[in-house]
């Protein structure tokens, strides 16, 4: 495995989104929040779509300098996507089978004065988070984002 972390190019988009919804689709289904796989697929099915991938690819070209933005590829495949804006780390994904190689830690080196963060709150995310010198910022405050009333947990550097 010889993983490489790239700044974001446009070409990028559709992979980028295809690595997501896999993601998306193995990590959030969750019974005792009702978030069932059928959930998730039905909110991810259009990231994979011409005019998706189209809109991302835009976003990336016209990138501000206050939005960083890193792909991890193992050879040509993406493998691991990281966001951030400002100093608010928006998006962090690494393909299951490629999980625990160490390649969101290279990920979240390339971020610069990334202080806040959200994690569901029912996935080992925040585990990895306070590896990173991040704490829970109120334990127990849950909030929800995204149309699936997913519980999020603030995070934010110690």
């Not at 193992?74 to 962090?92: E, H, P, R, T």
Request: net charge positive; with cysteine; aromatic share 10%.
């Amino acid at each position: 495995m010889n993983i490489r972390i790239y700044k974001t190019k446009p070409i990028d988009a559709g992979a980028i989104q295809q690595l997501m919804q896999t993601v998306w689709d193995t990590t959030y289904p969750n019974d005792e929040f009702g978030i069932t796989k059928e959930s998730i697929r039905e909110y991810t099915k259009d990231w994979t779509s011409k005019s998706e991938i189209n809109k991302i690819s835009d976003n990336i070209r016209n990138a501000s300098n206050a939005i960083q933005h890193y792909v991890a590829k193992d050879g040509q495949k993406i493998v691991g996507n990281c966001v951030a804006v400002s100093n608010v780390l928006k998006a962090l994904y690494v393909l299951p089978e490629y999980q625990g190689r160490g390649i969101g830690t290279a990920l979240m080196k390339k971020l610069n004065n990334i202080n806040t963060l959200y994690v569901a709150s029912y996935t080992t995310a925040g585990n990895f988070y306070l590896k990173h010198d991040f704490r829970f910022e109120r334990s127990g405050k849950v909030t929800e984002k995204f149309k699936l009333r997913i519980p999020t947990l603030k995070m934010v550097k110690k």
